[in-house]
C-alpha cells in the first residue's frame, strides 16, 4: 500500500493522470464524441451508396429515353402532361 500512495504523491504521475482523464472525458474531441462521429460517418457512408446506386438507375433511364422516341414521348405526356397542337387534353382524377 505504501508503494502506491508513494506514487500518488509525485507530481508528474499526478499531472499525466490529470491530462489523460482531461483529454478522454473534458476535452472537446473527447471518446463520446469520437464514436458520436463514427456513427454519424457510418450512417453518410451507407447515405452515399444509396444515392450513388440511385444515380446509376437514373442514368440508365434516361439512356433509354433517350435512345428510343416512342417512350420519351410516352413519358412527357403522362409525367408532364404535354399535348400536340391538334390534341385537346383531359385529365381524369380518380377519388
Known amino acids: 500500500m505504501g508503494k ?3 506514487y500518488t504523491k509525485n507530481f508528474y504521475f499526478i ?3 490529470l491530462f489523460v482523464a482531461w ?6 474531441n473527447d471518446i463520446v464524441s469520437h464514436i458520436k462521429l463514427r456513427a454519424k460517418l457510418r450512417d453518410l457512408e451507407r447515405q452515399k ?5 440511385r444515380k446509376e438507375k ?3 433511364d ?5 435512345s428510343n422516341y416512342e417512350l420519351l414521348e410516352k413519358f412527357a405526356r403522362e409525367r408532364y402532361l ?3 397542337k391538334s ?3 383531359y385529365v381524369i382524377i380518380e377519388e
Open 82 to 84: 404535354m399535348k400536340r
Open 58 to 60: 437514373v442514368q440508365a
Open 62 to 66: 434516361r439512356e433509354e429515353l433517350m
Open 4 to 6: 502506491y500512495l508513494k
Open 49 to 53: 451508396e444509396f444515392y450513388l446506386e
Open 15 to 17: 499531472f499525466t493522470v
Open 87 to 89: 390534341e385537346d387534353l
Open 23 to 28: 483529454m478522454v472525458f473534458i476535452d472537446t
